[in-house]
């Protein structure tokens, strides 16, 4: 079956230190993957999505994630956290024969510290 | 930019009720889904739709119903609501093999 795995409920870092969110997935084909954020009391905004081609994929708020097959995974990253960037973050994957239904991650939850 | 609207931000209803939440997409998308989101869970899918009058289960149906009579709008609808059911709810919609645009989510308490 398929399914995702965030190992990190909650990271907490420094302002300007750079983030690495894990993510590894479950699927039986190449998967469509996708990193969400969620600011607190509002619904999930798309980050980046991964369907194919280049594995490094660039996202908005200057996030980008890596796809790598070999370990089934597709962390998230940025260089220089923001304030701002405090949230929690959510890895899913695309499942194709079912309506285009995505299956989450429990979430990451990210504190950043002054 | 796709908009899907959640028709209450903030919802309380009493044991017993029956309570309908509604989501509209203005995209023309043909699949939209219902998730429910708890501390520590992260997102279960209670029901989706990829077609009008289409519905599939999720992961999570009991003690839920939907409806889409047309293609933008897509209602679920707790039958006879309890206290477990109390939880963010969010409505999704997409294209097949596209990520979601979510709405901003409807937080019910069943008192």
């Known amino acids: 079956a398929q399914s995702v795995t965030q190992p990190d409920i909650h990271i907490t870092v420094s302002e300007g230190a750079s983030l690495e969110l894990r993510c590894n997935y479950s699927?039986?084909?190449?998967?469509?993957l996708f990193w969400y954020v969620q600011s607190p009391g509002q619904g999930l905004q798309l980050l980046l999505k991964?369907?194919?081609?280049?594995?490094l994929v660039q996202g908005i708020k200057g996030f980008e994630a890596e796809f790598k097959r070999s370990q089934s995974s597709f962390n998230l990253r940025k260089p220089s956290v923001h304030w701002s960037d405090a949230a929690e973050y959510f890895c899913?994957?695309?499942?194709?024969?079912?309506?285009?239904?995505?299956?989450f991650g429990q979430g990451t939850e990210l504190s950043v510290k002054p | 930019d796709v908009k899907v609207t959640q028709s209450s931000r903030y919802l309380v209803k009493r044991t017993g009720e029956k309570v309908f939440l509604e989501c509209v997409q203005d995209m023309d998308h043909e699949n939209m889904f219902w998730y429910r989101q708890d501390p520590g869970l992260g997102l279960r899918l209670i029901y989706f739709s990829y077609d009008v009058k289409m519905k599939e289960k999720g992961d999570i149906p009991e003690g839920y119903s939907v409806s889409r009579e047309k293609k933008e709008r897509f209602s679920l609808i707790l039958e006879s609501a309890s206290t477990n059911q109390t939880s963010m709810y969010l409505c999704?919609?997409?294209?097949?093999?596209?990520?979601?645009?979510f709405g901003s989510g409807t937080r019910l308490t069943v008192v």
């Open positions: 991964y369907f194919s081609g280049d594995t």
């Open positions: 999704a919609s997409s294209l097949p093999g596209h990520g979601y645009t």
């Open positions: 699927y039986g084909a190449t998967p469509y």
């Open positions: 899913a994957v695309g499942v194709y024969n079912q309506g285009g239904k995505l299956i």
